[in-house]
């Protein structure tokens, strides 16, 4: 089941990193750290939250900071009253991907409430790509046409912005000591993988209705890049019932591995059939750059400070269950990995494997009070505490809390690049978002940093460019 890589410049193929037990990989989400730290208190078998998941009206998950910035205060951009009708606004960033003939665009349409006085108490956003595919106008329109009903049934959804009108009633009949706090629904769209054979985009859904915090879910939306056509699970092999059993089998194989049972409620789950009804439930699941990656929303398998636990099967992997060839990906190598799990990997192109493990733990420091402290282990050496001064500051800085990967920074050298991808902002509204910080292993076994790209590098629309210029 493993592929080993060796000689850099071979097929894709021959590139996959796998992990040395066989599991595949999670993505962990540094939004949902910040839940970690702030909702931890909340029940295994519930939510805290006045409203529950069925408060989610096609929403989309922002971070919680983000969305407490935005909501329940003055905003003087807004001039639109209580008695007026929503509005909507639409902002447009286009992205070739690589060297293929696809455009995608995204846009974002805004609808919010406010007061009199300006205060928001109902935001509501959905961030959605438009496709256009050079040479393929049909298969783009197709596509372009499923994403817009999934839109407009999101758009017709007023179920939290109802719930908005009777907090906001309540409040002005009332006298209150409490400032006003603004509910939001939100759907957003990330695209996870995009080539000749398959695009494919997650969407997550959100909403805030009071409570200890909001909701949110998660689904896969996967497309023919040649036809414009849904991609069905069956449609991923030409045995379909023994493709699902291949793939049950890898993920209760990857439950049983620690990193999953610390977040799972049970391990009872693996074999009694939850597990199976998560995973294999309609659209929960998408094709990334990295593998087949089966999601498990929060209370699903695990609780909310658990966030949305993914399951990921390498290509390499699939290749042995029967996936069809039509859905291969064989464009730049990128592959997620999994904390406190190792990976087998020729990084420096010297013909000679390297393992590489990764993880953070909690430190405790005289006066009682803990620091996260980031691990690097690249051939048996800590390479946060055995490199150079300014790539262990770097490490320190950039790789607590963030999520690893492989990545193919320039496919023409014989490198393959470790990247950290974390979220971060600072007092400039205009900068938060995800950051990815690449690092290379040399020839002479020593780590250097080489930069950073703003987005995450798991997202095919993000350019690299830039980087790479920098570093000639």
Same mark, same amino acid.
């Given at each position: 089941?493993?592929?080993?890589? =060796?000689?850099?410049?071979?097929?894709?193929?021959?590139?996959?990193?796998?992990?040395?037990?066989?599991?595949?990989?999670?993505?962990?989400?540094?939004?949902?750290?910040?839940?970690?730290?702030?909702?931890?208190?909340?029940?295994?078998?519930?939510?805290?939250?006045?409203?529950?998941?069925?408060?989610?009206?096609?929403?989309?998950?922002?971070?919680?900071?983000?969305?407490?910035? =935005?909501?329940?205060?003055?905003?003087?951009?807004?001039?639109?009253?209580?008695?007026?009708?929503?509005?909507?606004?639409?902002?447009?960033?286009?992205?070739?991907?690589?060297?293929?003939?696809?455009?995608?665009?995204?846009?974002?349409?805004?609808?919010?409430?406010?007061?009199?006085?300006?205060?928001?108490?109902f935001?509501?956003?959905?961030?959605?790509?438009?496709?256009? @595919?050079?040479?393929?106008?049909?298969?783009?329109?197709?596509?372009?046409?499923?994403?817009?009903?999934?839109?407009?049934?999101?758009?017709?959804?007023?179920?939290?912005?109802?719930?908005?009108?009777?907090?906001?009633?309540?409040?002005?009949?009332?006298?209150?000591?409490?400032?006003?706090?603004?509910?939001?629904?939100?759907?957003?769209?990330?695209?996870?993988?995009?080539?000749?054979?398959?695009?494919?985009?997650?969407?997550?859904?959100?909403?805030?209705?009071?409570?200890?915090?909001?909701?949110?879910?998660?689904?896969?939306?996967?497309?023919?890049?040649?036809?414009?056509?849904?991609?069905?699970?069956?449609?991923?092999?030409?045995?379909?019932?023994?493709?699902?059993?291949?793939?049950?089998s890898?993920?209760?194989?990857?439950?049983?591995?620690?990193?999953?049972?610390?977040?799972?409620?049970?391990?009872?789950?693996?074999?009694?059939?939850?597990?199976?009804?998560?995973?294999?439930?309609?659209?929960?699941?998408?094709?990334?750059?990295?593998?087949?990656?089966?999601?498990?929303?929060?209370?699903a398998?695990?609780?909310?400070?658990?966030?949305?636990?993914?399951?990921?099967?390498?290509?390499?992997?699939?290749?042995? @269950?029967?996936?069809?060839?039509?859905?291969?990906?064989?464009?730049?190598?990128? @592959?997620?990995?999994?904390p406190?799990e190792?990976y087998?990997?020729?990084?420096?192109?010297?013909?000679?494997?390297?393992?590489?493990?990764?993880?953070?733990?909690?430190?405790?420091?005289?006066?009682?009070?803990?620091?996260?402290?980031p691990?690097?282990?690249?051939?048996?050496?800590?390479?946060?505490?055995?490199?150079?001064?300014?790539?262990?500051?770097?490490?320190?800085?950039?790789?607590?809390?963030?999520?690893?990967?492989?990545?193919?920074?320039?496919?023409?050298?014989?490198?393959?690049?470790?990247?950290?991808?974390?979220?971060?902002?600072?007092?400039?509204?205009?900068?938060?978002?995800?950051?990815?910080?690449f690092?290379?292993?040399?020839?002479?076994?020593?780590?250097?940093?080489?930069?950073?790209?703003?987005?995450d590098?798991?997202?095919?629309?993000v350019?690299?460019?830039?980087?790479?210029?920098? @570093?000639?």
């Open positions: 089941m493993q592929t080993r890589m =060796t000689n850099r410049r071979d097929t894709v193929d021959k590139h996959q990193a796998v992990p040395k037990n066989g599991t595949a990989k999670i993505a962990v989400c540094t939004l949902l750290l910040y839940a970690v730290m702030c909702c931890t208190a909340c029940g295994a078998n519930g939510s805290d939250s006045d409203s529950g998941t069925n408060d989610i009206e096609d929403g989309a998950q922002q971070p919680d900071d983000a969305t407490d910035s =935005t909501l329940g205060q003055s905003d003087e951009n807004t001039d639109q009253s209580n008695d007026e009708a929503d509005s909507a606004t639409t902002n447009d960033t286009s992205v070739s991907i690589g060297k293929s003939n696809i455009d995608i665009q995204m846009q974002t349409e805004e609808n919010n409430k406010s007061t009199e006085d300006g205060t928001v108490y935001y509501k956003s959905a961030i959605y790509p438009v496709i256009t @595919m050079e040479g393929n106008a049909e298969a783009a329109n197709k596509i372009n046409s499923d994403i817009r009903s999934r839109v407009d049934s999101f758009n017709a959804n007023n179920g939290v912005e109802d719930m908005a009108e009777e907090m906001l009633q309540y409040f002005e009949e009332e006298d209150n000591d409490y400032p006003l706090i603004g509910y939001s629904a939100g759907l957003t769209y990330k695209t996870v993988r995009a080539d000749s054979n398959v695009i494919s985009f997650t969407l997550t859904y959100d909403s805030f209705s009071g409570g200890a915090h909001g909701n949110y879910t998660m689904l896969g939306a996967n497309y023919s890049a040649k036809t414009g056509d849904l991609i069905s699970f069956s449609d991923l092999s030409d045995d379909p019932a023994a493709f699902r059993e291949d793939t049950l890898y993920n209760q194989k990857l439950a049983e591995t620690e990193s999953y049972a610390e977040r799972m409620f049970s391990a009872d789950d693996i074999t009694n059939g939850t597990l199976e009804s998560v995973l294999y439930a309609d659209n929960a699941w998408y094709l990334s750059t990295s593998g087949l990656v089966f999601i498990s929303d929060p209370y398998l695990g609780s909310y400070a658990a966030g949305i636990i993914e399951f990921a099967i390498p290509y390499s992997d699939l290749a042995d @269950m029967g996936f069809k060839e039509s859905y291969t990906y064989s464009d730049r190598f990128v @592959m997620k990995m999994q406190h190792t087998t990997a020729d990084l420096n192109g010297d013909g000679e494997e390297d393992t590489i493990l990764s993880y953070s733990e909690d430190v405790a420091n005289e006066d009682g009070t803990y620091d996260p402290r691990h690097l282990i690249i051939n048996d050496t800590d390479m946060s505490v055995d490199s150079a001064a300014e790539t262990q500051e770097s490490l320190w800085h950039y790789a607590v809390w963030a999520e690893p990967a492989l990545y193919d920074l320039n496919p023409d050298d014989s490198y393959i690049e470790l990247v950290f991808v974390s979220w971060e902002s600072d007092s400039e509204e205009e900068t938060a978002g995800y950051y990815s910080h690092y290379r292993y040399t020839e002479d076994h020593t780590l250097v940093y080489l930069g950073s790209v703003k987005g590098i798991n997202d095919p629309t350019d690299v460019t830039l980087l790479l210029s920098d @570093m000639q």
